[in-house]
Every structure is written in structure tokens, then in C-alpha cells.
């Protein structure tokens, strides 16, 4: 596709900590043919070098700086998350579009107000929900919806680390802990795989000494619903002996492995001698063995860990400039934050998701 000057989106980049400048400044870098960053604003001023030096932008030190630059269309919110509602409502009503970094609200309230801003401004409110474009993930999407390993019963997705920690994600009032550091993504991908059922919700979540603040350093968390899978999720890091991130169980077959590999085996039950269940004694009071016909593929994965984000702004990009559909929908986001919040106040109980008045 041809750009000129006046198709690049201009971005101004609101915080330039770990994810605003290495997930979304670097990434910006390089979609040179479809962004521009003509406006950065953190109250560090150390960290304004680096943009400016690959950039040549604007800095400044606070959010007004970019909701008073006219050029600016698309704020990238990417402050600490008890941030995130604030600045992206700011964002909104000074008529920018908004990208907010993941999680989207530390509340559905917070979620919901942000929504009704975009709505009333008219403008685009999207999250980094880049997960939802791995290379893992999209491959796994695929497999499950070849019917390859028959009817889905379980998908378990562990994220598992013995670490210490003592930055602000672990601080709870700033919006740190499993569920929003590692839950926007894999609560975020439990639902996508649950399709459009309403799922009940169990949560376990653990604050130990591994954490130096006070946010949960553990989380189980279980979504259930009628003709979908049970997902198993396990945020951590109190595991010891990580497991595979990915484990999925099929009546024709299963799925293990993690973003840089997959591999799954299934069969056809067509070459399956038929069997029927007998009363009588198994010979040699044995137990039941046959040899089964497994069809194996074991799959190498990009790495790339930028993969995701640049599919995030390549679709943002064809939105705003060619009308197509927006892949990230702040309504989609939502249940996540939905769920997170069920998660925060579990009481060891199963709930469900309360709907948007």
C-alpha cells in the first residue's frame, strides 16, 4: 500500500516506562509506513532522550501536553493501571482516540465509564490486548477449530515462575497483582476460547512473601459453562517446577506446549475398531491394551515477541484509515475485566458475570 504524510496516524505516547517505551514506543518504530510519534509526555525527563533521539517528537511532562497538540489523533495510555481510566477519559473527551495498555480498568466501573466516554466523544477506545495475535495462540485457535481433537472437555493454561518481585505491580492500590499483571491476557484468551458463553467464576489467589507489596503473587482461577470447555487457569510464582503454559484435552486427542512450541496428537476415530462394553472378566484379569493410531505434529513457533503488538496497531491502523473492523473492542474487554473483578472479591464461591446496565 502507497502512504503518504497524511495517511501516517499520529501518536502521542502518554508514560514511558517499561510498556510505553519498549512495547509501544519500539514498536511504533517500526510501522514507519503506517505511525508517526510526534508527542511523548512522562515527569521523568530522563526518559525523554531516548524518544526524542528516535523520534525527534515533541516531550513534555504531563498528559495535557499531549491533549493540547492538535496534531496528536491516538493517545497511547500507558501509565500505572490505577491510571488507566483517568488519563484514557481524559484522553477521550479532548476528542483523541486512545489505546490503553492492558489491563484496560482496575474496575468494571472503571471499565464502563471509559466505554461511555468513548461513546459520547465518538471517538476509538481499544486495549493491548496483544496476546489474542501470538503465534501460540492463533495456532492453537486453529487447531481446536479443525475438530482435529474432537470435543474439547479442558484447557489448562499455567503460567508458572518462582520470582521475587518488589516493583510497583506488586503494590495493590496501583493496580499490581497476577490478576492484572498476567490475568488481562489469559483471562482475556479463556474467553475467546469460551465463545459467546456467559461463564461462572472461581478464584483462589495467594499474597506471600515472594511479593515485597501487598498484591496477590497466586492465582487459580476457574471459568465453567454450558457446551464450553472447563478452563484451568494457574498465575504464579510459587512454582518451583514450571510447567507447559498450554494443556488441552480432546475426546479425539490433546494439546500441549507453550509460545515457542506446540504439539499436539489426535486420531481418526474412523480406523478405531468399534468396542462394547462387556460384563465378563478381561482374559488374564488384565486390563483393556490396544495400540492406538496417533497422528502426531509438533509445531516451531516465531518467538518474536513483538509479533503481537504490531498486529495490534497493523489492525488499529486499517481502522482508523480504512474502516475496517476494529479486532480489540473495548466491549470485548469488558468480560475480562469482568471476571478479574469477580476474582478480587471471590469469596470461594462460583459467580457470574453481572451484565452492562
Same mark, same amino acid.
Given at each position: 500500500?502507497?502512504?503518504?504524510?497524511?495517511?501516517?496516524?499520529?501518536?502521542?505516547?502518554?508514560?514511558?516506562?517499561?510498556?510505553?517505551?519498549?512495547?509501544?514506543?519500539?514498536?511504533?518504530?517500526?510501522?514507519?509506513?503506517?505511525?508517526?510519534?510526534?508527542?511523548?509526555?512522562?515527569?521523568?525527563?530522563?526518559?525523554?532522550?531516548?524518544?526524542?533521539?528516535?523520534?525527534?517528537?515533541?516531550?513534555?511532562?504531563?498528559?495535557?501536553? &499531549?491533549?493540547? /497538540?492538535? !496534531?496528536? @489523533?491516538?493517545?497511547?495510555?500507558?501509565?500505572? =493501571?490505577? %491510571?488507566? #481510566?483517568?488519563? $484514557?477519559?481524559?484522553?477521550?473527551?479532548?476528542?483523541?482516540?486512545?489505546?490503553?495498555?492492558?489491563?484496560?480498568?482496575?474496575?468494571?466501573?472503571?471499565?464502563?465509564?471509559?466505554?461511555?466516554?468513548?461513546?459520547?466523544?465518538?471517538?476509538?477506545?481499544?486495549?493491548?490486548?496483544?496476546?489474542?495475535?501470538?503465534?501460540?495462540?492463533?495456532?492453537?485457535?486453529?487447531?481446536?477449530?479443525?475438530?482435529?481433537?474432537?470435543?474439547?472437555?479442558?484447557?489448562?493454561?499455567?503460567?508458572?515462575?518462582?520470582?521475587?518481585?518488589?516493583?510497583?505491580?506488586?503494590?495493590?492500590?496501583?493496580?499490581?497483582?497476577?490478576?492484572?499483571?498476567?490475568?488481562?491476557?489469559?483471562?482475556?484468551?479463556?474467553?475467546? &476460547?469460551?465463545? /459467546?458463553? !456467559?461463564? @461462572?467464576?472461581?478464584?483462589?489467589?495467594?499474597? =506471600?512473601? %515472594?511479593? #515485597?507489596?501487598? $498484591?496477590?503473587?497466586?492465582?487459580?482461577?476457574?471459568?465453567?459453562?454450558?457446551?464450553?470447555?472447563?478452563?484451568?487457569?494457574?498465575?504464579?510464582?510459587?512454582?518451583?517446577?514450571?510447567?507447559?503454559?498450554?494443556?488441552?484435552?480432546?475426546?479425539?486427542?490433546?494439546?500441549?506446549?507453550?509460545?515457542?512450541?506446540?504439539?499436539?496428537?489426535?486420531?481418526?476415530?474412523?480406523?478405531?475398531?468399534?468396542?462394547?462394553?462387556?460384563?465378563?472378566?478381561?482374559?488374564?484379569?488384565?486390563?483393556?491394551?490396544?495400540?492406538?493410531?496417533?497422528?502426531?505434529?509438533?509445531?516451531?513457533?516465531?518467538?518474536?515477541?513483538?509479533?503481537?503488538?504490531?498486529?495490534?496497531?497493523?489492525?488499529?491502523?486499517?481502522? &482508523?484509515?480504512?474502516?475496517?473492523?476494529?479486532?480489540?473492542?473495548?466491549?470485548?474487554?469488558?468480560?475480562?475485566?469482568?471476571?478479574?473483578?469477580?476474582?478480587?472479591?471471590?469469596?470461594?464461591?462460583?459467580?457470574?458475570?453481572?451484565?452492562?446496565?
Amino acid at each position: 500500500m502507497h502512504t503518504t504524510k497524511d495517511s501516517l496516524v499520529r501518536v502521542g505516547i502518554d508514560g514511558l516506562g517499561r510498556a510505553g517505551w519498549h512495547l509501544h514506543g519500539e514498536t511504533l518504530a517500526d510501522l514507519p509506513g503506517e505511525f508517526t510519534v510526534v508527542g511523548v509526555s512522562d515527569p521523568l525527563t530522563e526518559r525523554h532522550r531516548d524518544p526524542r533521539e528516535r523520534f525527534g517528537c515533541r516531550c513534555g511532562t504531563s498528559l495535557d501536553n &499531549l491533549l493540547e /497538540d492538535d !496534531e496528536i @489523533e491516538l493517545v497511547i495510555v500507558a501509565v500505572p =493501571t490505577h %491510571l488507566h #481510566a483517568e488519563h $484514557a477519559i481524559r484522553a477521550l473527551e479532548a476528542g483523541k482516540h486512545v489505546l490503553v495498555e492492558k489491563p484496560m480498568a482496575h474496575s468494571l466501573a472503571e471499565a464502563d465509564r471509559m466505554i461511555e466516554a468513548a461513546e459520547k466523544a465518538g471517538r476509538l477506545l481499544t486495549v493491548n490486548q496483544n496476546y489474542r495475535f501470538t503465534p501460540d495462540f492463533v495456532t492453537l485457535q486453529d487447531v481446536l477449530a479443525s475438530g482435529k481433537l474432537g470435543r474439547i472437555i479442558l484447557v489448562r493454561m499455567a503460567w508458572h515462575a518462582y520470582s521475587r518481585r518488589w516493583d510497583w505491580q506488586t503494590i495493590k492500590d496501583l493496580g499490581g497483582g497476577q490478576l492484572n499483571n498476567a490475568g488481562a491476557h489469559a483471562v482475556d484468551r479463556a474467553l475467546l &476460547l469460551m465463545g /459467546d458463553a !456467559e461463564p @461462572e467464576v472461581w478464584c483462589q489467589t495467594e499474597c =506471600t512473601d %515472594l511479593f #515485597a507489596g501487598d $498484591a496477590e503473587s497466586h492465582a487459580k482461577i476457574l471459568l465453567r459453562a454450558d457446551e464450553a470447555p472447563l478452563i484451568d487457569i494457574e498465575l504464579t510464582n510459587v512454582c518451583a517446577y514450571p510447567q507447559d503454559e498450554w494443556l488441552v484435552m480432546g475426546t479425539q486427542g490433546g494439546l500441549s506446549g507453550s509460545y515457542a512450541e506446540l504439539r499436539w496428537r489426535y486420531l481418526d476415530p474412523d480406523l478405531l475398531t468399534p468396542r462394547q462394553a462387556r460384563r465378563e472378566p478381561t482374559a488374564a484379569r488384565s486390563y483393556n491394551r490396544e495400540e492406538l493410531p496417533w497422528r502426531e505434529v509438533v509445531c516451531d513457533l516465531s518467538t518474536d515477541p513483538s509479533a503481537g503488538h504490531r498486529k495490534v496497531y497493523l489492525n488499529l491502523y486499517a481502522t &482508523l484509515r480504512e474502516g475496517k473492523p476494529l479486532a480489540v473492542t473495548a466491549e470485548s474487554v469488558r468480560r475480562q475485566i469482568a471476571v478479574l473483578e469477580i476474582c478480587r472479591e471471590s469469596d470461594g464461591q462460583w459467580r457470574t458475570l453481572p451484565s452492562r446496565a
